[in-house]
T-cell receptor
Framework: GAGVSQSPRYKVAKRGQDVALRCDPISGHVSLFWYQQALGQGPEFLTYFQNEAQLDKSGLPSDRFFAERPEGSVSTLKIQRTQQEDSAVYLC??????????????FGPGTRLTVL | AQSVTQPDIHITVSEGASLELRCNYSYGATPYLFWYVQSPGQGLQLLLKYFSGDTLVQGIKGFEAEFKRSQSSFNLRKPSVHWSDAAEYFCAVGEGSDMRFGAGTRLTVKP
């Protein structure tokens, strides 16, 4: 079966541009997570969805970051007016069950965003 | 605030040698603990996890980890390293919807 897929794999944006990053979770997975991984660092939690409901967005660094999962499957992370500090790898993960921190999360390969 | 510390940024071991990667956490209650591995260009893969019970947990690829409450540690071990184990290793702590990762340890394997 297919794993978590993310697109694009690489994105170069000029400062001030808007970007949209897509995540296709494993079919049937209820929980979906977004993480930001800066160079040389571990992933940092951004936001969590249970089906279409965004239950936790405490990790989003600013109001320029917005995530949605309107039909409870595919999710999009949007960054408006990108800044250089947004350059990072954005990881998506999904989990079969609810109760996010104690169920295995399956990670996608990530989208590497470079803001010039 | 909860935190995860991986004291070793980079470790080099010879193929066939034993390995121990350190992880310390700062947390009030007994946390959920994980080790993930990340190969270049790949997503993170779960090696093993600890929730409760036996403090020595076995994982995939011959890895194991031991939870020591008194030391707030969850170190990852492997008795004999293979060249394919070269990767970045992340320790993580989970609570609620928050999963906190350490900064990672990069493992290099010498032939």
């Amino acid at each position: 079966g297919a794993g978590v897929s993310q697109s694009p794999r690489y994105k170069v944006a000029k400062r001030g541009q808007d970007v949209a990053l897509r995540c296709d979770p494993i079919s049937g997975h209820v929980s979906l997570f977004w993480y930001q991984q800066a160079l040389g660092q571990g992933p940092e939690f951004l936001t969590y969805f249970q089906n279409e409901a965004q239950l936790d967005k405490s990790g989003l660094p600013s109001d320029r970051f917005f995530a949605e999962r309107p039909e409870g499957s595919v999710s999009t992370l949007k960054i408006q007016r990108t800044q250089q500090e947004d350059s990072a790898v954005y990881l998506c993960a999904s989990s079969l069950a609810v109760g996010p921190s104690y169920n295995e999360q399956f990670f996608g390969p990530g989208t590497r965003l470079t803001v010039l | 605030a909860q935190s995860v510390t991986q004291p070793d940024i980079h470790i080099t071991v010879s193929e066939g040698a034993s390995l121990e990667l350190r992880c310390n956490y700062s947390y009030g209650a007994t946390p959920y603990l994980f080790w993930y591995v990340q190969s270049p260009g790949q997503g993170l893969q779960l090696l093993l996890k600890y929730f409760s019970g036996d403090t020595l947990v076995q994982g995939i690829k011959g890895f194991e980890a031991e939870f020591k409450r008194s030391q707030s540690s969850f170190n990852l071990r492997k008795p004999s390293v293979h060249w394919s184990d070269a990767a970045e290793y992340f320790c993580a702590v989970g609570e609620g919807s928050d999963m906190r990762f350490g900064a990672g340890t990069r493992l290099t394997v010498k032939p």
